[in-house]
């Protein structure tokens, strides 16, 4: 049984979270493995009406679960940052969750703006550190508003922090096969600092020989990534660039639309989502594109050991974007909800079944309606309560997953 905490969030959040799940009970219905969801109410909304963005008890709960399902965080009516640096950066650091992993994948070369770039020439993958860098929160501002205003944002990096997501690196280029090359991409030419980096990468690497190493400066990586993406295997670069790069490389792909992520502490509860922000001006309208929700499904179910299942959903992904039904991956060209059946479908076409086994049609295992334990749903119909305090029962580290 895995326990899954539901982040719907705001903006298009629910929406797409919803899509989400729907896949979810349909891989589940084909696959035969049970799960339980519990909806966590934070947000912007629970925000406003209780003063409460994130509060400790909220973190202490997600240790329970073995994973999360994250939609949109951020909200025009609430400060910038502020919900995002409580939700998204509480958990990410409060759960360690040290990979940021972002697949770069494109599976139709219509949804690609380069010339004459095929599926076969972007086939990527970026492991971005997720709990350093300028994002560790060091720094702040003196003097606001004057005309002797300072900021100041520390970049921090450890040895320790930059070692495990290195090696987390080589064992998924040495997993993923192929070309076999890891990139790393820093700035130690300006950025001194950023030798740490240079130097584990290249100690590291010492009990990877059947890996390439490469070395990029991240200026050098975007334009690469558009001259010639097809150079790229795994990159593995700091928390900033990481966050900068994987947008360029959404683009290439498709945009926003398609790009999913996962922050993963192997072994551990870790968290999926979509890369996109919340769109405010798209909430609550249907025209929300849902697959990137839908990939970050497909991401969570391999983290779950339910590698089968991961693969149909990539297959009905790409079954979908490369049959010509998709034209294009924007927002309002097919409504949210049309959307994920449209995944379902394709899910429930290639196990060779044509519907759901769930009783007269009706889908089971709704996210519950407020957080905490025994407020669960089951595609299965178990019971929804769930015992015992502290952390989830621990989960074997597997090697790290390619979500292929």
């Given at each position: 049984m895995h326990d899954i905490a539901v982040l719907a969030g705001d903006g298009i959040g629910p929406e797409v979270v919803r899509e989400g799940l729907k896949v979810l009970e349909a891989a589940a219905d084909i696959h035969g493995f049970r799960y339980r969801t519990v909806a966590m109410p934070h947000g912007?909304?629970?925000?406003?009406?209780?003063?409460?963005?994130?509060?400790?008890?909220?973190?202490r709960e997600a240790h329970d679960f073995d994973a999360?399902?994250?939609?949109?965080?951020?909200?025009?009516r609430v400060e910038t940052g502020l919900l995002e640096r409580a939700i998204i950066a509480g958990l990410r650091f409060g759960l360690d969750l040290y990979v940021n992993l972002?697949?770069?994948?494109?599976?139709?070369?219509?949804f690609c703006p380069l010339k004459d770039r095929t599926p076969e020439d972007l086939d990527l993958i970026v492991v971005r550190e997720n709990t350093e860098d300028a994002y560790a929160g060091i720094g702040g501002i003196l003097?606001?508003?004057?005309?002797?205003?300072?900021?100041?944002?520390?970049?921090?990096?450890?040895?320790?922090?930059?070692?495990?997501v290195i090696r987390y690196a080589y064992e998924l280029c040495r997993k993923r096969g192929g070309k076999k090359r890891l990139t790393l991409v820093d700035k130690a030419n300006a950025v001194r600092a950023h030798d740490i980096w240079t130097r584990t990468f290249a100690e590291v690497g010492l009990e990877y020989e059947d890996i390439q190493q490469d070395h990029a400066y991240v200026d050098a990586a975007c334009m690469w990534m558009v001259k010639n993406p097809d150079w790229f295997d795994v990159i593995v670069t700091t928390n900033l660039f990481g966050d900068i790069i994987t947008d360029l490389g959404a683009q290439l792909v498709g945009g926003m639309g398609i790009a999913a992520s996962g922050n993963i502490h192997p072994g551990r509860v870790s968290m999926f989502e979509p890369i996109h922000g919340s769109a405010p001006k798209y909430a609550g309208k249907n025209s929300a594109n849902p697959l990137a929700t839908v990939c970050a499904v497909g991401m969570m179910l391999d983290h779950l050991g339910e590698e089968g299942a991961a693969r149909s959903v990539e297959d009905a992904v790409r079954s979908l974007l490369t049959s010509g039904r998709i034209v294009t991956l924007s927002a309002g060209a097919i409504p949210?909800?049309?959307?994920?059946?449209?995944?379902?479908?394709?899910?429930?076409?290639?196990?060779?079944?044509?519907?759901?086994?769930?009783?007269?049609?009706?889908?089971?295992?709704?996210?519950?309606?407020?957080?905490?334990?025994?407020?669960?749903?089951?595609?299965?119909?178990?019971?929804?309560?769930?015992?015992?305090?502290?952390?989830?029962?621990p989960r074997a580290a597997r090697a790290p997953a390619s979500p292929r």
């Open positions: 912007a909304d629970h925000y406003l009406a209780t003063g409460e963005a994130f509060p400790d008890t909220a973190l999360i399902l994250l939609g949109a965080i951020g909200d025009p972002r697949p770069v994948r494109l599976y139709d070369a219509r003097k606001k508003g004057t005309p002797n205003e300072v900021a100041v944002q520390q970049m921090i990096y450890t040895r320790a922090g930059c070692e495990r949210t909800d049309r959307m994920g059946d449209m995944v379902v479908e394709a899910l429930f076409k290639a196990s060779g079944r044509r519907t759901s086994s769930a009783a007269g049609g009706k889908r089971k295992g709704a996210v519950a309606k407020s957080a905490g334990k025994g407020k669960s749903g089951s595609p299965n119909g178990s019971p929804g309560k769930r015992g015992g305090a502290g952390r989830a029962r």
